[in-house]
């Protein structure tokens, strides 16, 4: 079965400090991607971060990076110096090709992250 | 270049009445996915439209229903709603196939209530 879990529905860090969001998926396939997704209070979810299955370089965005580890089929995202913006909740999710031509994605069920000032 | 737009923002039903949802995708985009979003679950997979087809479908009873336009336009309808259609539902577009990543961009969402 395809699965994506979060096993932190909630996370709170300081601001300006580090903190680490998991996500573990559950997959047979070769071809896939990783993405994470953030979701404010009341706006509209934005992709923050993607990664390919077949690169083994961590994907990194300005503050936000991942830890991709495919073997252990965990893909963590890093957020350093967090700000008051960073608060929302994140989405997790892993899509693989259907043989339609389209993709599947597969979400967790999020983690919500507050930030601290 | 607009994005991906959803209407109405807000509604609210009683059970048993019928609904319908509207979603226009990113000019271009080609492919119109929908989701189910509901505290403690996530985001449900409910149906991916592509080129007037449906192409997959999640796990969802048969009331919830949907269709694509030719302009790529969708609309998702819920019929002999339950208190338990409660969520927000989330409609995101791609484009699909060329040299782009092909990610999801998501709509405002529909929050729906059935009292």
């Known amino acids: 079965a395809q699965t994506v879990t979060q096993s932190q529905p909630e996370m709170s860090v300081q601001e300006a400090e580090t903190v680490t969001l998991s996500c573990t998926y559950d997959t047979s396939e070769s071809d896939y991607y990783l993405f994470w997704y953030k979701q404010p209070p009341s706006r509209q979810m934005i992709l923050v971060i993607r990664q390919e299955a077949y690169k083994q370089q961590n994907a990194t965005e300005n503050r936000f990076s991942v830890n991709f580890q495919k073997a252990a089929k965990s893909f963590s995202l890093k957020i350093s110096d967090s700000q008051l913006g960073d608060a929302a909740m994140y989405f997790c999710?892993?899509?693989?090709?259907?043989?339609?031509?389209?993709?599947?994605?597969?979400f967790g069920t999020g983690t919500r992250l507050k930030v601290l000032a | 270049k607009a994005g991906v737009t959803q209407t109405p923002r807000y509604l609210i039903k009683t059970r048993g009445q019928q609904v319908t949802l509207s979603c226009s995708p990113i000019s271009g985009h080609r492919s119109v996915s929908w989701y189910q979003q509901t505290p403690g679950q996530g985001l449900q997979f409910l149906f991916e439209?592509?080129?007037?087809?449906?192409?997959n479908k999640g796990n969802f009873p048969g009331r919830f229903s949907g269709r694509q336009f030719s302009n790529s336009r969708s609309e998702m309808n819920v019929s002999t709603l339950e208190l338990g259609d409660s969520a927000l539902y989330l409609c995101?577009?791609?484009?699909?196939?060329?040299?782009?990543?092909?990610?999801?961009?998501f709509g405002p969402g529909t929050r729906l209530t059935v009292l």
């Open positions: 999710a892993y899509r693989v090709p259907q043989t339609s031509g389209t993709y599947k994605y597969i």
């Open positions: 995101a577009s791609s484009l699909v196939g060329g040299s782009t990543y092909n990610e999801q961009f």
């Open positions: 439209y592509f080129s007037e087809t449906q192409r």
